[in-house]
């Protein structure tokens, strides 16, 4: 993918304030993926920009219908 067209999202462990009437929830992370998620944190991150040097890619997702039922 050209670096010009990336998009930018957060994966989130908890509610993020700050985001708020910014941003659109359009999915929830759930089962054993939690634990990919909890790797995530562990990147390392430019002291200057909070952003991680080597980014992650997303290779694969499972669109479940209505995965906000709790809401």
Do not use: H
């Not at 929830?25 to 390392?44: C, M, P, W």
């Amino acid at each position: 993918m050209d670096k010009t067209s990336a998009v930018q999202f957060f994966i989130t462990f908890d509610k993020c304030d700050w985001l708020d009437k910014k941003n659109t929830i359009f999915g929830k992370v759930v089962g054993d993926t939690i634990y990919n998620l909890a790797r995530l944190n562990e990147l390392e991150t430019d002291p200057e920009t909070d952003r991680p040097v080597e980014p992650p890619f997303i290779k694969s997702t499972e669109v479940l219908w209505n995965p906000f039922e709790d809401i």
